[in-house]
């Protein structure tokens, strides 16, 4: 089974408000990362959050990191149509050859203009 | 772009027939990945590569093989393809030693009829 799950599957919103997206995975992390994808395309990386990390930013990119709950969140300010994606998290985890990455089921955000 | 390129783009082919997927990158990257990606499923795990002649399973290798003889090239082969196989799948690359950010490709999209 995957390791991470996110929520929601879909999320429509105004241009101008903020998306929030979590995601929770089931084993211990060395690293957790966020993709985007726009239809038909290859996956774009975001942002990387390290396990002793709590919070990172990236412009109006803002990801949050709970270990102990095994969870992260990704928050889209001020959102803009061109933001309509999906999001994917997706981590790296400890031991064997550490860059297996393993990716959720992702999240379909639609910002209405 | 990273520089990977997947061949072919799209591809049809007929159940029971072998079919291989090519990933060719220039990054000399050590990490090279093959994903399928379908709907409600977000993108699965099918084999990655740390190294030349060093491969691993994923979360869904059953019916498919990989290799890797040159850094630059894995391929994915589909040993007899079957309908459940339909898919988009992608390629990616990332540099390993802590720097586990990943580079998609473009996409597969194989249809077996």
């Known amino acids: 089974s995957q390791q991470g799950e996110e929520d929601p599957q879909a999320l429509s919103i105004q241009e101008g408000e903020n998306a929030t997206m979590n995601c929770s995975y089931k084993?211990?992390?060395?690293?957790l990362q966020w993709y985007r994808q726009n239809s038909g395309r290859g996956l774009v990386h975001l942002i990387l959050?390290?396990?002793?990390?709590r919070e990172k930013h990236s412009g109006r990119l803002r990801v949050t990191l709970d270990t102990s709950k095994k969870s992260s969140s990704l928050l889209i300010t001020a959102s803009r149509a061109a933001d309509t994606a999906s999001y994917f998290c997706?981590?790296?985890?400890?031991?064997?050859?550490?860059?297996?990455?393993?990716f959720g089921t992702g999240t379909l955000l639609a910002v209405q203009p | 772009d990273a520089g990977i390129t997947q061949s072919p783009r799209h591809k049809v082919t007929e159940t029971g027939t072998p079919v291989t997927l090519r990933c060719h990158q220039t990054?000399?990257?050590?990490?090279m990945y093959w994903y399928r990606q379908d709907p409600g499923h977000g993108l699965r795990l099918i084999h990655y590569?740390?190294?030349?002649?060093?491969?691993d399973k994923g979360e869904v290798s059953d019916g498919y093989s990989v290799s890797r003889s040159k850094t630059e090239d894995f391929l994915l082969t589909l040993e007899s393809a079957t309908s459940s196989q339909t898919s988009v799948y992608f390629c990616?690359?990332?540099?390993?030693?802590?720097?586990?950010?990943?580079?998609f490709g473009q996409g597969t999209r194989l249809t077996v009829v």
């Open positions: 990616a690359i990332s540099e390993g030693e802590g720097n586990t950010e990943a580079f």
């Open positions: 590569s740390y190294g030349v002649k060093d491969t």
């Open positions: 990054e000399n990257h050590r990490y």
């Open positions: 084993t211990s992390i060395n690293n």
């Open positions: 959050i390290r396990s002793n990390e």
């Open positions: 997706a981590t790296v985890g400890f031991g064997g050859a550490t860059n297996k990455l393993i």
